[in-house]
């Protein structure tokens, strides 16, 4: 079966540590990968995503996230975080579904709390 | 419109009574989900429509939740008999539906049922 594992349900973290959320996907065909992120009281927002090309994407607000195809991973990292980081993040993974189009699979989800 | 739509934004009703949540998603996206999120917790797939294809209801949590879309527009969760544990926020996504394009969002209907 295809699924999306985050393996983290809630991640504490001091400000200005790095942090790692980790993302494990299973899948027989080629996938495209997603990290989205929610900020308490709002909604689900594109955070970056792999395509194809280089394994490692970054976003504008310093997090990077670097595809494994051998591993099957795309863990979301940040080398020093902010307080404002807080929020819950999913990684999602988009396949194939019936008629040429695709269909995308969300992961459980990661809180990730930081601290002062 | 700009993006995804859900009304109402927020919703109380009695156990027992039957509510309908809508969702208006971004013009031109084939694909529609639908998923469920309850206080402090993951997202919860319940529904997906693409297209003109049949709709994949595995994430449907009993026979009282329903869904419909009609074409590539509006699309209406229903949840009959309501109990207390479908108290969550509802959200809705919208993508084009093109393999490798992402979902949008919409702001989400919190339903509480007392």
């Known amino acids: 079966a295809q699924s999306v594992t985050q393996l983290d349900s809630q991640v504490p973290v001091f400000e200005e540590a790095p942090v790692e959320l980790r993302c494990n996907y299973s899948?027989?065909?080629?996938?495209?990968l997603f990290w989205y992120v929610q900020y308490p009281n709002q909604g689900l927002q594109l955070l970056l995503k792999y395509l194809s090309g280089s394994t490692l994407v970054e976003s504008i607000n310093g997090f990077e996230a670097e595809f494994n195809k051998s591993q099957t991973s795309f863990h979301l990292r940040k080398p020093s975080v902010h307080i404002s980081d807080t929020a819950e993040y999913f990684c999602?993974?988009?396949?194939?579904?019936?008629?040429?189009?695709?269909?995308?699979?969300f992961g459980a989800g990661t809180r990730l709390a930081v601290h002062p | 419109g700009a993006g995804v739509s859900q009304s109402p934004s927020n919703k109380v009703t009695e156990k027992g009574k039957d509510v309908e949540l809508r969702c208006d998603p971004i013009s031109g996206h084939t694909a529609l989900y639908w998923y469920r999120q309850r206080l402090g917790q993951g997202l919860e797939f319940l529904i997906y429509f693409q297209g003109n294809s049949a709709p994949d209801k595995s994430g449907l949590p009993s026979d009282r939740f329903s869904a419909e879309r009609t074409g590539e527009s509006v699309s209406t969760l229903t949840i009959q008999r309501t109990q207390q544990e479908d108290s969550a926020v509802y959200l809705c996504a919208s993508s084009p539906g093109i393999l490798g394009t992402e979902a949008f969002f919409g702001q989400g209907t919190r339903l509480t049922v007392v």
């Open positions: 899948s027989s065909v080629s996938v495209y």
């Open positions: 999602a993974v988009s396949l194939p579904f019936s008629g040429g189009y695709n269909k995308l699979i």
